[in-house]
T-cell receptor, first 115, second 111 residues
């Protein structure tokens, strides 16, 4: 079945440091890939997505490139801020039928940025 | 912009009681997904609906049932609650085959 593997956390960085959170996936076909962020006590917010190989998703300084050859979708940011502290989930979606596109999530990576 | 609305936000129940969680999708979104997130866990897919019909089913216990109504809102009914049902329950809506937008979740605590 489908699965997503994320680097284990927690991850603690200093403000303005470079961030990489690794994500690899196992799935048949051509899934769409997502990064969701969850701030304390809140729901999941879509951070970025990519729907086909070599696509790059970007938002709020975060980037991730869909690499089919390595089945990866690593999240990067050049200079993190304290406000980026949250839990980050990598996820994939297969299927193209209405209502039949459940998301499969990784275990999440808790990121803490210290001033 | 309008977001997904879930109610209640918090719910406390005793074992063996029942609970009903409600989800109001973003206007013009016809697809609803339900997920369960246990403490420190990743969200797990429960069930989904498209145009008021069940379209996919995940690891949802038989004690749980759900439906989508004519106004596209959805309800998750949970009976014979167990301690292990304590979790965050998320609803997500989508305009068909596109990005899922999540609600803030309902935190269910079973005592």
């Amino acid at each position: 079945g489908d699965s997503v593997t994320q680097m284990e956390g927690p991850v603690t960085l200093s403000e303005e440091a470079f961030l990489t959170i690794n994500c690899t996936y196992t799935a048949t076909g051509y899934p769409s890939l997502f990064w969701y962020v969850q701030y304390p006590g809140e729901g999941l917010q879509l951070l970025l997505k990519a729907t086909k190989a070599d696509d790059k998703g970007s938002n709020k300084g975060f980037e991730a490139t869909y690499r089919k050859e390595t089945t990866s979708f690593h999240l990067e940011k050049g200079s993190v801020q304290v406000s980026d502290s949250a839990v980050y989930f990598c996820a994939l979606k297969r299927g193209s039928n209405f209502g039949n596109e459940k998301l499969t999530f990784g275990t999440g990576t808790r990121l803490t940025i210290i001033p | 912009a309008a977001g997904v609305i879930q109610s209640p936000r918090h719910l406390i129940k005793e074992k063996r009681e029942t609970a009903t969680l409600k989800c109001y999708p973003i206007p013009r979104h016809d697809t609803v997904y339900w997920y369960q997130q246990g403490p420190g866990q990743d969200p797990q897919f429960l069930i989904s609906f498209y145009e008021k019909m069940q379209s996919d089913k995940g690891s949802i216990p038989d004690r749980f049932s759900a439906q989508q109504f004519s106004d596209y809102h959805s309800e998750l009914n949970m009976s014979s609650l167990e301690l292990g049902d304590s979790a965050l329950y998320f609803c997500a809506s989508s305009p068909g085959t596109d990005t899922q937008y999540f609600g803030p979740g309902t935190r269910l605590t079973v005592l």
